[in-house]
């Protein structure tokens, strides 16, 4: 796998099956299009135009499908906003000619590129279905296998023309997640994602059970893609004995412009007069501070507990039940194209895409 991030298009290649529905397969790197050599015994990304050869079952599927490999195949851990940029473009350009797309992509940072792509396509009115795997598609018992079939399946559901989930989602493991809700959450059970503050959008068993009043419903309207994203952002993970030096030098950090702060519990924080006093400034210095909690589950709520009263009094914005994952990615996506502050203020504090339960 490259680090190059100079993502160039791509090659397309085509299959055509059927014409009854059109799907776009996205492949970007990570393990699942891997395969072991058999020499060195390490893994490489496998030729994508063998995919038959991995999954012959695929051919039994009435629909086309058709196939859009990154020129530089990447480990998730290089994903950039270039990558998010040009993934955005990819859709765009050929959102017309789909009625589903599938995103293969690396599962470590899947949940920000899914909450990051949620926010960037306003409007979307048909399935992006991002999947990826814990082990290769070259293993024999890989996860991978599934979780594209399942993947592909369910971008490809319609029921009176209409898509079945026209939104950003997360298959793995049997069930279909809210992008912008998911956090990844073990590096070797095939039970990888989490979604604790919003329900399942899908459970594949014998069938594939749609939990349709918890699913977006499309708006008709026309796509808007966002292309502008700003990173100064950043995260500051509280910890007992968090020092004070630390807390500084993060709010000291050239050009920023938010903080997103994952605070204990319900938003709790140290009640230390440094520490209250670090943050206060740096708010009256235009530094958007945005709670978020440390745990899987559960909202932020600000005056709960005492240890959270003083951030309320100081100006902090509470993202309620909004992971880490998608309050970065909100953040870099409105300080990227929303220009007034109140606008930003108040739309941190609003559900977009279905990212936070107010
Ligand atoms: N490191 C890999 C990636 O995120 C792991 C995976 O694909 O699951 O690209």
């Keep these: 796998m490259g680090s190059d991030r100079s993502l160039q298009p791509i090659n397309i290649f085509h299959n055509v099956m059927n014409q009854n529905r059109s799907l776009l397969v996205i492949y970007t790197g990570g393990t699942i299009g891997m395969v072991q050599d058999s020499e060195s015994g390490s893994l490489l990304p496998f ?3 063998n995919l038959y050869q991995y999954i012959p079952i695929l051919k039994n599927f009435n629909y086309t499908i058709d ?11 290089n994903v950039s906003p270039a ?7 990819v859709i ?17 940072t899947m949940s920000f590129s899914a909450a990051m792509l949620s926010f960037m396509l306003e409007n979307l009115n048909k399935p992006i279905v991002f999947t990826g795997s814990q082990l290769p598609l070259g293993v024999i018992r890989t996860d991978g296998r599934d979780n594209f079939i399942n993947a592909i399946e369910i971008a490809a559901s319609y029921e009176d023309d209409m898509p079945m989930v026209p939104e950003v989602c ?33 459970e594949v068993g014998v069938k594939i059970k749609y939990n349709s009043p918890y699913i977006q419903k499309p708006n008709f309207k026309k796509l808007t893609v966002y292309k502008n994203i700003d990173c100064n952002v950043a995260l500051l993970k509280l910890y007992p004995g968090i020092s004070e030096h630390l807390v500084h030098a993060v709010l000291q950090t050239m050009e920023l412009k938010a903080l997103v702060l994952e605070t204990f519990g319900s938003g709790n924080a140290p009640t230390d007069s440094w520490f209250i006093e670090a943050i206060e400034q740096a708010i009256n210095k235009g530094i958007i501070v945005y709670v978020v909690t ?34 970065i990615t909100k953040m870099m996506f409105l300080l990227g194209n929303v220009e007034s502050k109140e606008s930003i203020y108040q739309l941190l504090q609003t559900s977009m895409r279905g990212e936070m339960t107010i």
């Design 47 to 49: 030729n994508f135009e």
């Design 67 to 77: 196939f859009y490999v990154f020129d530089t195949l990447i480990d998730s851990s």
């Design 83 to 89: 990558f998010w940029i040009q993934l955005a473009e």
């Design 92 to 108: 765009e350009s050929r959102y017309e000619s789909y009625d589903g797309f599938v995103v293969l992509h690396g599962t470590d």
């Design 170 to 202: 997360v298959y793995f493991d049997n069930k279909l997640f809210r992008g912008n809700r998911t956090t990844k959450f073990n590096s070797e059970n095939f039970k990888a994602f989490l979604s604790v503050n919003y329900p399942l959008l899908a």
């Design 294 to 327: 440390q745990c899987n589950g559960g909202s932020v709520e600000i005056g709960k507990y005492e240890t959270s009263r003083d951030l309320g009094r100081i100006g902090v914005i509470s993202g309620y039940d909004i992971t880490t994952e998608a309050a």
